[in-house]
């Protein structure tokens, strides 16, 4: 989390104003480990978090860049200030496009637009990790009982042996990989007059694309040519494994992290006995509290 709003508020709205951008007024729209900032009335968004993300915020801008040159249903950097990362009073600041949200797109506009992302993310060459590093994570929490001390046995023991088969069952798949968003779910979907747009980029991997179609609605997946369902089903299964495995870490911010944390086990159990994948509290496309995934 940022760890003072204000303060970041405050390195917004003064890169902003060094770039010769009008700043009287700044309306905060969203708050994670990154802060989502509305600048007015030179209407730009800028993403402010703490210093020691400086390197994720300059890959992410740089590589948004690169997508919209590309004409990726991407949101875009400012075009008024240069796609770099700028370091103010302890912060790191990134601008970006203000799209204005519109309704009237379906879950077959989101699945189109996730293939012309993919589409794009082909022709970009640039240096990432292979998505088996976020299950690895996953897996070191789960092992190690100093980082999830109030993680039960029996759910170490399931957590651990669910991450291992669904990362083998994923990988002897034989699936083509390539650049992956890694988390475009309906969070990092916007509704806008230019389509869906997604955003977030900072958590970009390598993979199958069935990795990505895992955090999107089942619908999507249904409207992706070509998708392999079945891996879909085991990556939603090692998606809903790793998410609970971060919610056990005794550093997690997340809100209300130990229900959730317990909320992930018990779904996770429901899938891998056969039943439907839901990701308990994931941003659903029409705003309900939980999408099914099944």
């Known amino acids: 989390m940022v760890n003072d709003r204000n303060r970041a508020v405050a390195a917004a709205m003064e890169v902003a104003a060094a770039l010769d951008l009008a700043v009287t007024d700044a309306i905060v729209l969203h ?45 875009a950097p400012e075009p008024r200030a240069a796609p770099v990362a700028y370091v103010r009073d302890g912060y790191v600041v990134t601008l970006w496009t203000y799209y204005e949200p519109a309704p009237g797109l379906t879950l077959a506009d989101y699945a189109h637009a996730l293939e012309r992302l993919h589409a794009c993310m082909r022709r970009i060459d640039t240096p990432t990790p292979h998505f088996t590093y976020r ?51 309906p969070g990092n979907a916007l509704r806008t007059k230019q389509g869906v747009l997604f955003i977030d980029l ?15 609605p089942e619908e999507v997946a ?19 494994a790793m998410v609970a495995a971060w919610r056990w870490d005794r550093n997690d911010q997340f809100p209300n992290g130990a229900q959730a944390a317990r909320d992930y086990v018990s779904a996770l159990r429901v899938a891998v006995s056969g039943g439907p994948v839901v990701a308990p509290g994931l941003p659903a496309w029409d705003g309900s509290a939980a999408a099914p995934l099944r």
């Open 135 to 185: 299950v690895s994570e996953a897996q070191r929490l789960v092992a190690d009982r100093a980082l999830t001390p109030a993680l039960a046995d029996a759910d170490r023991a399931f957590l651990s042996d669910t991450l291992q088969s669904r990362r083998q069952a994923v990988i002897a798949r034989g699936r083509p990989e390539q650049l992956l968003h890694c988390e475009p779910h």
């Open 31 to 75: 708050e994670s480990n990154r802060l989502a900032v509305r600048l007015l009335p030179c209407d730009v968004l800028a993403r402010v978090a703490v210093a020691r993300f400086r390197r994720s915020a300059e890959f992410e801008v740089g590589l948004a860049q690169r997508l919209a040159e590309a004409g990726a249903p991407a949101g």
């Open 202 to 216: 900072e958590t970009c991997c390598r993979g199958p694309v069935e990795f990505d179609l895992a955090h999107a």
């Open 222 to 240: 249904a409207h992706y040519a070509g998708a392999d369902q079945p891996l879909i089903r085991d990556c939603r299964i090692l998606m809903l």
